[in-house]
């Protein structure tokens, strides 16, 4: 059965220093989702694309986050320089159409500790 | 804007019980889809039923069923005959607009006790 998958599955840095988080969605996917749950709560939208390009990332912190998917197919959310308060779930997930019913297949998530 | 509000932080129900979680969104578009998704621990999330706003029939899937009350922007989960394996985070979630943009919850720890 096809899944969404990401790498790596926790990772622990320094704060200040950088991390990367690779997500590959479901073969066909279109849409692309990056979620952060911070524990205890919901997953929030930090961007979504649809093919290469991205249709919201108004809640991404643009000042040290940044993600790309540059061939439509699997992608990257980066943060440079990490701090403590970045500590969460970084979850991915992909859907088949850009439709308000296409169901969401999610990752199992990269968990981040910043120490 | 579009809000998910999930006011039970925690249930606990007995197993073969009956246990409903609450949801209440709020939202301008008029078409619109509502989802719960379950999260159990250590594992990915995956939907558990959905529902559009524009059917009047109440979703159901096995021994998972929804309230869809409209007018009231309430949208709650009833789960039958309870399993431990049901024992998760339930998020509810709401997909609005063309973009097809997620909303979540802050979810439902459920405890299922013996």
């Known amino acids: 059965e096809a899944e969404v998958a990401q790498s790596p599955r926790y990772k622990i840095t320094e704060k200040s220093q950088a991390v990367a988080f690779w997500c590959d969605p479901i073969?066909?996917?279109?849409?692309l989702y990056w979620y952060r749950q911070i524990l205890g709560q919901g997953p929030e939208l930090l961007v979504q694309?649809?093919?290469?390009?991205?249709?919201?990332d108004s809640q991404l912190p643009k000042d040290r986050f940044s993600a790309e998917r540059l061939k439509g197919v699997d992608s990257t959310l980066k943060i440079q320089p990490a701090e403590l308060g970045d500590s969460a779930m970084y979850l991915c997930?992909?859907?088949?159409?850009?439709?308000?019913?296409?169901?969401?297949?999610f990752g199992q998530g990269t968990r981040l500790t910043v120490v | 804007a579009q809000t998910v509000t999930q006011s039970q932080p925690e249930m606990s129900v007995q197993e073969a019980e009956t246990v409903t979680l609450s949801c209440t969104y709020d939202?301008?578009?008029?078409?619109?889809?509502l989802f719960w998704y379950k999260q159990p621990p250590s594992r990915q999330m995956i939907l558990v039923i959905r529902?559009?706003?524009?059917?009047?029939q109440n979703a159901t899937e096995n021994r998972f069923s929804v309230n869809f009350q409209k007018a009231a922007k309430s949208f709650s989960l009833k789960i039958s005959d309870s399993q431990l394996g049901d024992a998760a985070m339930y998020f509810c979630?709401?997909?609005?607009?063309?973009?097809?943009?997620?909303?979540f919850g802050t979810g439902t720890r459920l405890q299922v006790t013996l």
């Open positions: 997930a992909s859907s088949s159409r850009d439709r308000m019913n296409t169901e969401a297949f």
């Open positions: 073969s066909g996917h279109a849409t």
């Open positions: 694309f649809q093919d290469e390009s991205v249709v919201d």
């Open positions: 939202t301008s578009e008029s078409d619109y889809y």
């Open positions: 529902q559009e706003a524009y059917k009047q």
């Open positions: 979630a709401l997909n609005t607009g063309t973009a097809s943009k997620l909303t």
